[in-house]
């Protein structure tokens, strides 16, 4: 049974620049949410899709974007990179209709802006 | 809205002693609580949760966290420690009323053990 899988690993990019960074949920789930967890930080909600809508969402500004395709996976993208957002990202899956529910969290993408 | 404190942010420990890590959080509503752990650079692993029912829940790997709702805690204890169990650990909220899982975290208790 496949986890909760992140792709890629690791990321370093330059302030300004855009960012993609991509979510395969675990086998049977079909909600997505993510989470920045910056460095000494527990992590923050950033915001969650189901049914391909973002049905929730975190204090994050409008250059965090999302997006969840019919096959549950989910992307999130960042625009105009700032220095705050180097961080691990952390994707986590649930089945919606089953409470109470548990996030299962994939390994993260670490994010390194410069 | 929710939020958690973890007052230590680390702990450290000597093999085979017992530990607790300390939990407290604040909730205007119900709600059902969560202990991760997190190995380094790895992603986040459900260690247990308590949901309803018995205040005290245990682990597979012997630890146990007890609810205590009068003083809003969810202290995590081990009554001997591995230097396996060395990792950050978070506590984390979502409430119990709300059709959306979405999880608040405190800022994570590194645990230490050395030998």
């Known amino acids: 049974d496949a986890g909760v899988t992140q792709s890629p690993t690791h990321l370093i990019k330059t302030r300004g620049q855009q960012v993609t960074l991509r979510c395969s949920p675990k086998s049977g789930h079909d909600t997505v949410s993510w989470y920045q967890q910056a460095l000494g930080q527990g992590p923050q909600f950033i915001f969650q899709y189901y049914e391909e809508e973002e049905r929730q969402r975190g204090n994050f500004p409008d250059r965090f974007s999302g997006h969840q395709f019919p096959n549950y996976s989910s992307e999130l993208n960042v625009n105009a990179l700032l220095l705050g957002d180097s961080a691990l990202y952390l994707c986590?899956?649930?089945?919606?209709?089953?409470?109470?529910?548990?996030?299962?969290f994939g390994p993260g993408t670490r994010l390194t802006v410069l | 809205a929710q939020s958690v404190t973890q007052l230590d942010s680390q702990v450290p420990v000597f093999e085979e002693a017992p530990v607790e890590l300390r939990c407290n959080y604040s909730s205007s509503v119900s709600v059902y609580l969560f202990w991760y752990v997190q190995y380094p650079n790895q992603g986040l692993q459900l260690l247990l949760k308590?949901?309803?029912?018995?205040?005290l829940v245990e682990s597979i790997n012997g630890f146990e966290a007890e609810f205590n709702k009068s003083q809003t805690s969810f202290h995590l204890r081990k009554p001997s420690v591995h230097i396996s169990d060395t990792a950050e650990y978070f506590c984390?909220?979502?409430?119990?009323?709300?059709?959306?899982?979405?999880?608040?975290f405190g800022k994570g208790t590194m645990l230490l053990v050395s030998p």
């Open positions: 308590y949901l309803s029912g018995s205040t």
């Open positions: 986590a899956s649930s089945l919606e209709g089953i409470s109470p529910d548990t996030q299962y």
């Open positions: 984390a909220v979502t409430p119990s009323n709300s059709g959306y899982s979405t999880l608040t």
